[in-house]
Each structure stands twice: as C-alpha cells, then as structure tokens.
C-alpha cells in the first residue's frame, strides 16, 4: 500500500528528543517550547507564537481571544474542517459560510461582503489544500467594515501571499504540526500574533487560566492546551528543513502535474494564482462530471490497487451536528458540495518517492480509462 502520508523524520529529530530524555525535560516548561516558539515567530514573521497541543485548539483559543459576545457571527468558508466553526460555536457565536473558488477551493471572496451583517464580528481566512486564499480583498473588507482576521494557516507552512508568509495576515493566525503537516510535532499547533494583549490571552487560555496572584484559583476557563517539550523538540528540528520540504512538496506537485495534467476526466490543483504559487500540501483532485462515478467510488478503486487517499472536506452547512443546532437554514454552497462529492487527495506525503508518484499516477490513469 501506498500510505496517503508519510512524514520525514530524518533530520535532527532524534538528537533533540534524546536532549529530552538525557535532561528529563519533556513536560511544556522545557526549554524547546520557548526556542521552537522565538523559531517560529520568525519565520512566520511574527512577534508572538504561542504552542499549542494542535491545531483545532489553537483554533478555540484564537476565537476565544476576540471575545465575541453570543449572537455575533464570523464569515468562514464552506469548505474546511469543522475545526473552524467548532471553535466559532464553542464561543457561542455564529457561523456564517460562504461557498468555493471552483478552481482554487479557497473560500470564493466576491460572496464575502454579502454575508456581512450587525452582527458580523470577524471573518476566518482558511487556506486550503497549498494554495492561499485571496487575502487583499478579506483584509479590505476586515478594515471596510472593522472585522476581526483569524487566519487559518493550518496548512500553510512555508507558503506566501504576494511575498508574504501565510500566518502574518491574521488578527490571529495559526498553525497545525499534524503528521501531515509540512512541520509536523505528531501532534501539536501554534496561535502567532503581533499584539501582546492578545498572546497574553492565548497564553492564559492554553493554561487553563490559572491566575498569577494565586495559582488553582480561576477567574476564566480555560483548557489545558499545552505541547510538551518532546513534541517542541520535534518542532525545531522539523522547521529548520522547512524550505527543503516546500521545494520537494513543489517538485511532488509538478510531477504529478505532468503525469496527470492530459487525463480529461478529472481537475488538477492550480499550480499558481497571481498572488502565490501552490505548495501542494496535499495533491487533490476532482472528478469531472464526465467521469460516470463519485470520489468514494475513486477511492474504492484506488484502495484496491494499493493506492492511500484522503476524501475531501465536508462543508460546514452539510454537517449533520451542526445544521442539529439550527445552523445554516437554507443555505446552500454548491461548489463545496461538488468538490466535497468528486474530490479526493492522492498520497502526498514528505516521505513519497518518484517512483512511488509514478506506480500512482499509472493507477489514477487505468481506474479512469
Ligand atoms: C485548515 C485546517 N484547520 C485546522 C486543522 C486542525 O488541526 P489539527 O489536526 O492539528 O487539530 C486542520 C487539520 O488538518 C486543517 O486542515
């Protein structure tokens, strides 16, 4: 089998972890958490980062961070994980979703100013699967309309918008170190801002909320997010390799370009958008209507022959716990139902090889002959 991902560890994971394990520090007040912390801050540009046990609460932290009163709402797209409302529901607000980009899968930025409303708080930008979403036009109606930007670079890692790192456009960004990730810590995530009231929060937040006059008494809740020095250990040496990680995720992505790009049947990932070009994080793809069968059945097919994939994301408005809640009426977001239903992602892991894209490519040809 073909594993959807495998991630590479290669480096100088393995001496850092025994650092932890020779000097005992392997719980969050270690001294890789701050090191990985200041590292990342200054990739991404950023003053603060704070790390965090994935990226799903790093998500609820930064939601919780713009302390949005019950009723507000925050526009987010369709098509993501249910991480992104979780933490928008979990705060007691709303979520308001807008439909894709047919071509880039990012949330489609001309529906944006429609939803807005009174009640509108913030709007959360998701970068979907390497290519970024638009931001020029988010960040103008963020300042249009005094909105609140949560960046969702989950994926992201490496990746620019217009020159600029994705995670420096965020009120509050974040980041996840899944096994998936470009920079994975097996678990674990990171909020970065440049507003210290803000880092201030999070950092609370992540530590359940003691307060500094007296420890175990609490004026907030909060949750006990915190990463441990191993995985920060991980972290550092996973970021010091990121920019060979994007050149090869780069080189995986052309090369199943050019193996794949003459099949009619199915849509590729854009290699580039005038504002970035795509980091593959995962290589997705999406059966056309000519093709007489669903991703599922792909997947099938694909699985059966050895081959690993991943479906797509869900859209949030589709979602069976979240329309129980009395979410999203009638909305409807048509190009995330498709792509939800006729798109899927190939292995697309660090550890793949050529030949291992090639074995692929030849599988996806003959399952759509
Ligand atoms: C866009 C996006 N946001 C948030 C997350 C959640 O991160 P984690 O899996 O670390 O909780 C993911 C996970 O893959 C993601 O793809």
Same mark, same amino acid.
């Given at each position: ?8 560890l ?16 392997i ?8 090191r ?7 990739a991404?540009?950023r003053r ?17 961070a ?7 709402e ?6 993501t ?33 429609r939803?807005? @409303? ?43 918008y ?23 810590t ?6 970065? @801002? ?14 359940l ?18 990463m441990?020095n ?76 050895g081959?690993?994939t ?48 090639? @074995? ?10």
């Amino acid at each position: 089998m073909i594993p959807v991902n495998e991630p590479l560890l290669d480096g100088n994971e393995r001496k850092y972890l025994l650092e932890c394990i020779d000097s005992g520090w392997i719980s969050s007040e270690g001294p890789f958490i701050r090191r990985f912390e200041e590292n990342f801050a200054v990739a991404v540009g950023r003053r603060f980062a704070i790390a965090v046990a994935n990226g799903s609460l790093a998500l609820d932290a930064a939601v919780a961070a713009l302390r949005l009163e019950p009723g507000d709402e925050v526009i987010l797209p369709s098509f993501t994980i249910i991480s992104c409302a979780a933490a928008v529901v979990r705060a007691r607000a709303i979520p308001v979703v807008v439909d894709s980009d047919p071509k880039t899968w990012n949330m489609d930025v001309s529906l944006i100013e429609r939803c807005v @409303t009174r009640r509108t708080k913030a709007i959360m930008a998701v970068h979907i699967y390497g290519l970024p979403c638009d931001m020029d036009p988010i960040l103008a109606l963020a300042g249009k309309y005094g909105l609140k930007i949560i960046e969702d670079a989950a994926e992201m890692h490496g990746q620019t918008y217009r020159g600029k790192p994705c995670g420096s456009f965020g009120d509050l960004s974040i980041f996840s170190f899944y096994p998936n990730k470009l920079v994975t810590t097996g678990e674990g995530g990171m909020i970065v @801002t440049d507003s210290a009231e803000l880092a201030e929060i999070c950092r609370s937040l992540r530590n359940l909320c003691f307060i500094p006059a007296r420890r175990f008494v609490h004026e907030e809740l909060g949750w006990n997010m915190r990463m441990s020095n191993l995985q920060a250990a991980l972290g550092i040496a996973q970021l010091e390799r990121l920019s060979e990680f994007v050149e090869r995720k780069r080189a995986m992505g052309g090369l199943y370009t050019q193996l794949l790009d003459d099949i009619p049947g199915i849509q590729l990932p854009l290699p580039e958008t005038p504002y970035a070009k795509n980091i593959y994080w995962v290589f997705g793809i999406v059966l056309r209507d000519s093709v007489p069968f669903d991703a599922k059945e792909a997947m099938e097919r694909l699985g059966a022959a050895g081959v690993g994939t991943r479906p797509f994301f869900w859209p949030m408005n589709e979602q069976p716990v979240l329309r129980g809640m009395g979410l999203f009426g009638n909305v409807q977001c048509p190009i995330s139902s498709n792509i939800a239903r006729r798109g899927f992602y190939l292995p697309s892991g660090l550890a793949l090889s050529e030949s291992q894209i090639h @074995t692929v490519a030849g599988i996806v040809r003959e399952i759509l002959r």
